[in-house]
């Protein structure tokens, strides 16, 4: 059975930081890009951030670039979003996902969701 169990949102002042992290199972980690997309209410759900497990390749959308760092832990099979400097517009809920190789990073087409995870950013 295919998982990806999301974890680490919160509440967190203006300026603060959070660590989302992201376990997948039941699918070779390998075989994906890992990351993450976010739907604020009202709005569209849009890329985030995305990592290629096998090789580390990382690569962010302008909304975050310089605030956020994804990275992977291969051997744990888990993906993390590292969020610094976050503003109230980065709230959303965050949910994690697996696009395969060679597809496009963006909802789509993604293979697998994980459930979200709600990050609130006062102000």
């Known amino acids: 059975e295919v998982q990806l169990q999301a974890s680490g949102g919160g509440l967190v002042q203006a300026g603060g930081s959070l660590r989302l992290s992201c376990l997948a199972s039941?699918?070779?980690?390998?075989?994906?890009?890992m990351g993450w997309f976010r739907q604020a209410p009202g709005k569209m759900r849009e890329g985030v951030s995305g990592?290629?497990?096998?090789?580390?390749?990382?690569y962010y959308f302008d909304s975050v670039r310089g605030r956020f760092t994804i990275s992977s832990d291969n051997d744990k099979n888990t993906v993390y979003l590292q969020m610094n400097s976050l503003k109230p517009e980065d709230t959303a809920v965050y949910y994690c996902?697996?696009?395969?190789?060679?597809?496009?990073?963006?909802?789509?087409?993604?293979?697998?969701w994980g459930q979200g995870t709600l990050v609130t950013v006062s102000s």
């Open positions: 039941g699918f070779n980690f390998d075989d994906y890009a």
């Open positions: 996902a697996a696009v395969a190789k060679g597809k496009y990073f963006r909802p789509s087409d993604v293979d697998y």
């Open positions: 990592i290629t497990p096998s090789d580390g390749g990382a």
